[in-house]
């Protein structure tokens, strides 16, 4: 399973747009891209999923260039309540794989 | 409401015993996951389930133990608690289990351990 790196923490503005960056060098051929959403005590929640170019869906996008070792979440015109810890998750259909979250990246919404 | 249902929500302890954490995947899943989640740290993945059968083991510990029945529900065993084992405990289910498939969290159980 690709081990992914994400920035630890970002801040922002409500009303911003903010890309969130995942590295993942070792994405096997077949392996998506997953982002979660996960706001304090909760269980996380599922964001966004792709393979490549570019997905579109009506909470954020998806950039994920040619070569697909990374990719960026995108997240349009913030508000205080997207405030949360953001997690890339990169696996295909193999059911042995382990889950890797890591420790996402931490994203504070300013007023 | 995902439609993952995880029993008890709250759960206290002293050291040296032992709990028992239930989760009810959604409907249909045939896969649950459970994760450990440590005050400000990352998800932990601990074991998946599919269909009855263990899949994948990642962190767990010997001292934890899962198993998941006939009717899908999976409970998670921790025995011998330590301070150190007090976390939320998430379970989480998907259709077919594979690691791109999107999954359903619970809303967890909060262990604290004395």
């Known amino acids: 399973l690709a081990k992914t790196t994400q920035p630890i923490s970002m801040d922002s503005y409500e009303g911003q747009e903010v890309n969130i960056t995942c590295s993942h060098n070792?994405?096997?051929?077949?392996?998506?891209i997953t982002w979660y959403q996960q706001f304090p005590s909760q269980g996380p929640r599922f964001i966004i999923q792709g393979y490549k170019t570019k997905v579109t869906n009506e909470v954020a996008s998806l950039f994920i260039p040619a070569d697909r070792k990374s990719s960026t979440l995108s997240l349009p015109r913030v508000s205080l309540s997207d405030t949360a810890v953001y997690y890339c998750?990169?696996?295909?259909?193999?059911?042995?794989?382990?889950?890797?979250f890591g420790k996402g990246t931490r994203l504070h919404i300013l007023p | 409401d995902s439609g993952v249902t995880q029993t008890p929500k709250h759960l206290i302890t002293a050291t040296g015993q032992r709990v028992t954490l239930r989760c009810s995947p959604r409907?249909?899943?045939?896969?649950v996951y459970w994760y450990q989640q440590s005050l400000d740290q990352g998800l932990q993945f601990l074991i998946q389930?599919?269909?009855?059968?263990?899949?994948a083991k990642g962190n767990i510990l010997e001292r934890f133990s899962a198993q998941q029945f006939p009717d899908l529900h999976s409970e998670l065993n921790l025995s011998s608690l330590e301070l150190g084992d007090s976390a939320l405990y998430f379970c989480a289910s998907s259709r077919a289990g594979g690691t791109r498939d999107e999954q359903f969290f619970g809303p967890g159980t909060r262990l604290t351990v004395l």
């Open positions: 389930y599919y269909n009855g059968e263990e899949r």
């Open positions: 070792n994405i096997a051929t077949n392996d998506y």
């Open positions: 998750l990169v696996g295909g259909v193999n059911r042995d794989d382990k889950i890797i």
């Open positions: 409907s249909g899943d045939l896969s």
